[in-house]
Every structure is written in structure tokens, then in C-alpha cells.
């Protein structure tokens, strides 16, 4: 979130006393992220990360669901001292869950990491690629147990949010001139590309029922390892933040991000990748075309609901008009580009 919380902030020290017995001394805000905000908090002991999800959004109601899985298993990957990145430590509670619940708002505490994301190092250097393609081989060959496994959200190759993505495009024809400055900027924005967007969204089905017609492996994936979900440390070792679209899927979910729709090389990735795999892998391009069409459709869904029935501050607005027009909908083209290439690159499975 780009701005703190709404609600008085003195409720931050009280939550953090009370569930985790850990007095507050300081606290900053840290506007990063679309479904939580975020927090350092300065004890007497270590400073810590502190996630709030606002439960009544329905971007909070999805995140809180899914940490009932990602928290677990976050908590296991940052004990398992994996070769090559690590993950910031969820916190149990006194009570010894991993979050503590306090009206509408959902906390979940971290073990603190000192670094910079590299969200603004685009385009990144293949060796920090092939870095990356070792952390994400290693993840994926790790065997969780079965209680956990059990826990896993379903990865189903199906867009779940499309009919409600349709019906917020349709709606965007009644926006007048008499609506809020930023409604109209969405029509002005989006509308116009109405077209594009169903073309798009009906290749999306299209990939997906290619990749259903082969049997795929499952691997425990983090789900969103971008640049921006990721440290490197001062000391040079990756940390990968943000698991709350952790899943149980194909190996493809977490290598799509590095297979051209955001300028990586596929083939550094795969150099890291194979590191940790004594079979040779065989990529589903129909699988990593499906993707990178659903990341930017989902992306869109949520901004467009965000401006349309969420209560949004100005920054929040402002941001999310600039998400859509220069982080999704401008990465259409190159998407259905390099779909095309990677069918054309990679052999048939």
C-alpha cells in the first residue's frame, strides 16, 4: 500500500505487545506492495517486518486466505537453510500461531531483512538471473509434508476472476463526465482497449487447454518471484519475500517471470535452474505462455476493481491508474510476442 493505515496507528505497538510479547520502540512505514501494508518495527531486541491485511477489501479477504497456507510454509522454507537464498522467518505468536487477529486487520511479523528489492534492477545481468534460476531449482526440490502439501491452494488452469473482470470492463461505458476525475482517467484508459483485452483473456483459455493436454509434475512454488519479491543482501545472498501466492504447481508457474515478459533470459534461467535437477527439465511453453497471460490479467483485474469499488485515497489511486497503463496493459503485446517465440524455441512436450 502507498499510504499507512487509516485507523490510528497506536493500535500497531498494542497488537504487537499483546500477541507477540514484544515491546515496540519505534515504527515506520514502508509504502511497498497492492495487499498489505507494511511496517518496520524497532524492539529492544531486533527490528522485525510487519505485514497488516485489511480484511474488509477483497484483496485483503483473498490474502488472509491464502497465508492460511503460505505462513506454514514460508515458516518451513526459512528453516530448511535451502543452498543458494533464504526467506524471512514468520514469527509465532504467544499463543504460537503465526498471526494474530485483531478486528478486521490480519498482522503476520517477519524476521527483518537489511537490503534492497530488485524491483528497479531491470533489465538484470544473466548471472544474477542464472542466481535466480538456482534458488528457484532448489525451492522446487524441496518435498514438504503431506499436512502441509494438503494445505495448498489449488492451481487450476482456469481464470477464476474472468467473468467479474468482464463485468467491470462493461461497466466502464457508463462512467460519465460527471463521475470522480480518476473513474473517467480509467474509461479513458481502458476502454478504448476493450478488444485487445477480450482477445487477450481468450488466449489465455486457449494455452490453458493446450497445457491441460500434458500431464504436468507438481513442485512447491513460490508463486510471484519477481525482482520486486526479492533481496540481495550487502553479503550477496538472494531472499525472496512476499510467499502469499505460494502454491503446489507446475514447475512453470515460478519460471514464466524469467522467460521474456519482463526482459530476463530464459536461458540463464534454465543454466541456474538445471543446477538442481539431474533429469533434464522439459519446459511447457503452453504452460509458461498461460502464465504470463493470467499474471497480467489478474493484474488487471485487480486494479480495475481497486478503482472501481474499493475506497481509495488519491496515492492509492494515482498508483493504481499508473500500474495499469504502464505494468499491465502496456505488456500485452510483448506477452503475446513472446508466447509465440517460446513455441517456436522450445521443443514439443
Known amino acids: 500500500m ?3 493505515l487509516l485507523e490510528d496507528e497506536t493500535v500497531i505497538p498494542e497488537v504487537i505487545l499483546r500477541y507477540w510479547n514484544l515491546p515496540v ?3 515506520s512505514f514502508i509504502p511497498v506492495g497492492d495487499s498489505a501494508y507494511s511496517y518496520r518495527i524497532e524492539t529492544q531486541l531486533a527490528p522485525y517486518y510487519l505485514k497488516i491485511v485489511d480484511q474488509r477489501t477483497s484483496v485483503g479477504r483473498r490474502t488472509g486466505t491464502q497465508m492460511e497456507f503460505s505462513l506454514p510454509f514460508q515458516h518451513f522454507i526459512a528453516q530448511q537453510r535451502l543452498p543458494g537464498f533464504t526467506a524471512p522467518l514468520p514469527q509465532h505468536t504467544t499463543s504460537k500461531t503465526l498471526y494474530a487477529v485483531h478486528g478486521p486487520l490480519l498482522f503476520a511479523l517477519y524476521t527483518f531483512i ?11 545481468p544473466d548471472d544474477l538471473i542464472v542466481r535466480i534460476g538456482q534458488a528457484i531449482g532448489a525451492l522446487h526440490g524441496v518435498q514438504i509434508p503431506h499436512t502441509l502439501r494438503q494445505r495448498s491452494p489449488q492451481d487450476s488452469l482456469t481464470v477464476a476472476f474472468d467473468d467479474a473482470l468482464l463485468a467491470d470492463l462493461a461497466s466502464l461505458e457508463l462512467v460519465s463526465s460527471t463521475e470522480n476525475v480518476y473513474l473517467q482517467r480509467l474509461r479513458e484508459l481502458v476502454w478504448p482497449r476493450r478488444e485487445q483485452i477480450r482477445a487477450f483473456l481468450a488466449h489465455a483459455h486457449e494455452y490453458a487447454q493446450k497445457a491441460q493436454r500434458v500431464e504436468s ?6 508463486g510471484d518471484p519477481w525482482g520486486g519479491n526479492i533481496i540481495l543482501t550487502p553479503n550477496g545472498r538472494l531472499v ?3 510467499w502469499e501466492s505460494s502454491v503446489i ?5 515460478d519460471a514464466f517471470i524469467y522467460a521474456g515478459y519482463a526482459g530476463g533470459d530464459f536461458a540463464a534461467f534454465d543454466a541456474g535452474y538445471r543446477a538442481f535437477h539431474n533429469e533434464p527439465v522439459r519446459w511447457n511453453p503452453a504452460l509458461l ?9 489478474r493484474n488487471l483485474a485487480h486494479w480495475l476493481h481497486n478503482l472501481l469499488h474499493e475506497t481509495l485515497d488519491s496515492a492509492q489511486c494515482e498508483n493504481d491508474l499508473e500500474m495499469l497503463g504502464f505494468h499491465c496493459l502496456d505488456r500485452f503485446e510483448g506477452v503475446e510476442r513472446t508466447a509465440v517465440e517460446l513455441s517456436r524455441i522450445l521443443p514439443p512436450v
Do not use: F
Open 249 to 253: 504447481a507446475p514447475p512453470e508457474r
Open 289 to 297: 505462455a498461460y502464465y504470463a497471460y493470467r499474471l497480467q490479467l
Open 240 to 242: 525472496l519475500l512476499d
Open 217 to 222: 509434475s507438481s513442485v512447491a512454488c513460490h
Open 2 to 4: 502507498k499510504t499507512p
Open 25 to 27: 520502540t519505534h515504527l
Open 114 to 124: 537489511a537490503g534492497e528489492t530488485l524491483a528497479d534492477a531491470y533489465p538484470l
